[in-house]
């Protein structure tokens, strides 16, 4: 995976208020021994009054 591009609409984000969604792992990896997210999620941030958009849970592959 060499981009990943995660279509999270201005509706979704009014719904959720925060969500958290695996992201789909490839049989094989470009390049071995690297770390790759398996999630990526948004959360509401009162403290600067928006979103923070994220990805976590890296592994090492």
Same mark, same amino acid.
């Given at each position: 995976v060499n981009f990943y591009e995660p279509m999270i609409t201005q509706n979704m984000v009014s719904l959720a208020g925060s969500l958290a969604k695996p992201i789909k792992q490839p049989q094989k990896y470009p390049v071995e021994g690297k770390y790759?997210?398996? +999630?990526y999620g948004l959360r509401h &941030?009162?403290?600067v009054k928006g979103y923070k958009f994220y990805l +976590? &849970?890296?592994?090492k592959r």
């Open positions: 790759y997210a398996q +999630t &941030d009162a403290g +976590t &849970d890296f592994e």
